[in-house]
């Protein structure tokens, strides 16, 4: 006699909820921060797997039964979590980095969940000046040296996460010197991220989305290359009047819409003078999981 197996729900069930959350986030009834909170129930994947494993493949009653018990843990998982409150609260750290001499620099600012502004100092001799809170458990880390006359520089935060579900955001405002030519990479996190890099002297700019949304606007003079790579989200990226552009796409699982003159072929849009433009981009997109807005 042939034994019929029956599929396993738990995958349906995992895609739906991250779906509905997904969903939830983009609309803004849920904090960004939940997907790092939600990190800290992965043993339920275990339970899950084993209860699948012991009851859930034997019979329809026993797949409903299964799907019933991991829903109601999830539910009592993220419940738990809406409970958790930071005892300590967000620890906020300014910091200020002199130049020491350097005529250039290289900055790697690596941002958590929260939201990442950044933009041009007014003026003063410091790389970057600024503002970050994290929670208790992590602390900031910054590294810097000269060599050569080239600076340096990468900023993060380190230390254990635990958040439980609520809207408790880690701001970092940040200023970057906006006469230093500086090669950028901004790794955004979890969150909002306002990039507004229009008044910065920028050699190469590289941007990896993590999830949330992104609000780009790039350098409106220079020659420089610029990348970015999609996380999950919406991007929505500014080139400034007087930069010409040639902007290649890798639209992935996005959906992509560039505005304004450009003559197309195939992936790539390029400005009618972009050859002999003084002040020219090289932007190249790696879409991920949302909708790209060049404009």
């Given at each position: 006699m042939n034994t019929h197996r029956r599929g396993s729900l738990i995958g349906p069930i995992l895609l739906i909820g991250a779906g509905l959350l997904f969903l939830l986030s983009n609309f803004g009834?849920?904090?960004?921060?939940?997907?790092?909170?939600?990190?800290?129930?992965?043993?339920?994947?275990?339970?899950?797997?084993?209860?699948?494993?012991?009851?859930?493949?034997?019979?329809?009653?026993?797949?409903?039964?299964?799907?019933?018990?991991?829903?109601?843990?999830?539910?009592?998982?993220?419940?738990?979590?809406?409970?958790?409150?930071?005892?300590?609260?967000?620890?906020?750290?300014?910091?200020?980095?002199?130049?020491d001499g350097a005529t250039r620099a290289e900055v790697e600012i690596s941002a958590g969940?929260?939201?990442?502004?950044?933009?041009?100092?007014?003026?003063?001799?410091?790389?970057?000046?600024?503002?970050?809170?994290?929670?208790?458990?992590?602390?900031?880390?910054?590294?810097?040296?000269?060599?050569?006359?080239?600076?340096r520089y990468t900023l993060r935060g380190e230390g254990n996460v635990r958040l439980g579900v609520s809207n408790q955001i880690e701001p970092w405002d940040l200023r970057l010197n906006r006469d230093l030519p500086i090669a950028l990479e901004v790794n955004t996190g979890v969150g909002v991220a306002t990039l507004d890099?229009?008044?910065l002297r920028l050699t190469a700019l590289e941007v990896d989305m993590g999830v949330g949304e992104t609000i780009l606007t790039l350098p409106r003079q220079g020659v420089y290359q610029a990348q970015v790579r999609g996380g999950v989200g919406e991007l929505?990226?500014?080139?400034?009047?007087?930069?010409?552009?040639?902007?290649?796409?890798?639209?992935g699982l996005g959906r992509v819409q560039v505005q304004g003159d450009y003559t197309r072929q195939g992936d790539v849009w390029t400005s009618p003078d972009y050859a002999t433009a003084a002040n020219r981009v090289e932007l190249k997109i790696n879409a991920g999981v949302g909708s790209i807005l060049v404009r």
């Open positions: 009834v849920i904090d960004a921060n939940i997907w790092r909170s939600l990190l800290n129930l992965w043993p339920l994947l275990l339970i899950a797997a084993g209860l699948d494993i012991l009851i859930g493949r034997r019979s329809t009653a026993g797949a409903i039964l299964t799907a019933l018990i991991l829903i109601a843990l999830l539910v009592g998982g993220v419940w738990i979590l809406s409970q958790q409150t930071s005892s300590a609260g967000l620890v906020t750290h300014t910091l200020m980095q002199p130049l969940a929260g939201s990442l502004t950044l933009g041009p100092l007014a003026e003063g001799g410091a790389l970057i000046e600024g503002q970050v809170a994290l929670p208790a458990s992590q602390t900031l880390r910054q590294d810097f040296e000269v060599a050569g006359g080239v600076a890099l229009e008044r929505t990226l500014t080139l400034p009047p007087g930069l010409a552009a040639r902007v290649e796409v890798d639209s």
